[in-house]
């Protein structure tokens, strides 16, 4: 398991994060995101996983994060750049699995060995 | 979401907000097997020719690719407004073959239909960038912290694009729209059954109402 600071993620392009979550879950990997992504990467992140799919090889992910927050700056508001992501765990779709999960809490089962 | 991108959205939506535009192009969206298809077939049904979006079925991703029916009028609550409906496919983050084979399809039937719905998926989020905004169709007997549905919402409040929770199979007896309400407290929703058209005509004051 990956834990990604929030300050490491900064420092990322959209396309590096969205890199580095699929190479680590592609090779069963679970990744922590502390900030998470924003709603423009995580469906990106989607996109990409589907082209990824094969076969026996690889069946997507389990993505979970809270819904996004809003806050910033009057600046960031006022060009639509006020949605912080939040808390995220990805991880691939045949070893975690949500158990449950509301605004404040993400139970999730990681199988190991599969 | 670069500078410029985020700038013309928000003066398209400044814009909207002032001029309030009576044509919408809006996206059916949710999760595989939510009925997004079977809400787009009523809503033709009800204001078009008749001629339905396309077929429905038990098994995930009978829609694979995204369809569009223009100029669909609806009347209601004394204003109309004309719809562009883009039905698009389920969205997911994994798809294995190996579920459609539970439900009978052959390995060879099951791999193609996953492969055609990935394309599908992909398909439904580029048409996130083209739309007015958003019908989310939620399956109200389910979990609504679907991270489907929290990855919609987060893009159409990014955007500023309007949003329309649609709580769907309001027929099945453990249906529980309170859930999907208190999941997402910020945004419109409206309790129906697409299938039998339980509370439809509220729906279509809510698009009126949201959209127009």
Do not use: C
């Amino acid at each position: 398991m990956d834990l990604v600071s929030g300050e490491k993620l900064e420092n990322m392009t959209s396309m590096e994060k969205i890199r580095l979550i699929l190479d680590k879950v592609k090779t069963g990997r679970i990744v922590v995101l502390e900030s998470g992504l924003t709603p423009d990467e995580e469906v990106r992140l989607i996109e990409m996983t589907m082209t990824e799919i094969r076969v026996d090889e690889f069946s997507g992910i389990e993505i979970e994060s809270y819904p996004s927050k809003k806050e910033g700056s009057l600046f960031d508001k006022l060009f639509g750049r006020n949605i912080k992501g939040r808390l995220t765990v990805i991880g691939p779709a045949n070893q975690l699995r949500t158990i449950e999960k509301d605004k404040y809490q993400i139970s999730t089962k990681v199988s190991v060995g599969d | 979401m670069g500078f410029i991108s985020g700038f013309k959205r928000s003066l398209d939506a400044w814009i909207n907000s002032i001029f309030k535009k009576k044509r919408a192009k809006i996206g059916l969206y949710g999760p595989p097997n939510a009925g997004k298809t079977t809400l787009a077939n009523r809503i033709v049904r009800d204001w078009s020719d008749g001629e339905s979006f396309g077929s429905v079925s038990p098994i995930p991703h009978e829609t694979r690719r995204a369809m569009r029916k223009e100029g669909v009028m609806i009347n209601a609550n004394g204003s109309s407004i004309e719809l562009d409906i883009v039905d698009t496919p389920g969205m997911a983050t994994k798809i294995d073959f190996k579920e459609f084979m539970a439900f009978g399809l052959s390995e060879q039937e099951a791999k193609k239909r996953a492969k055609e719905a990935t394309e599908g998926v992909i398909e439904a989020i580029k048409w996130l960038d083209d739309l007015d905004g958003v019908l989310l169709v939620m399956d109200s007997t389910e979990d609504p912290y679907t991270q489907v549905n929290v990855t919609v919402i987060g893009n159409m409040e990014a955007r500023k694009l309007p949003l329309l929770i649609v709580a769907n199979k309001m027929d099945l007896p453990n249906a529980s729209p309170s859930r999907i309400k208190a999941a997402f407290p910020q945004h419109a929703m409206v309790p129906i059954s697409a299938l039998e058209g339980s509370n439809i005509d509220d729906l279509y004051k809510a698009i009126a109402h949201n959209f127009g």
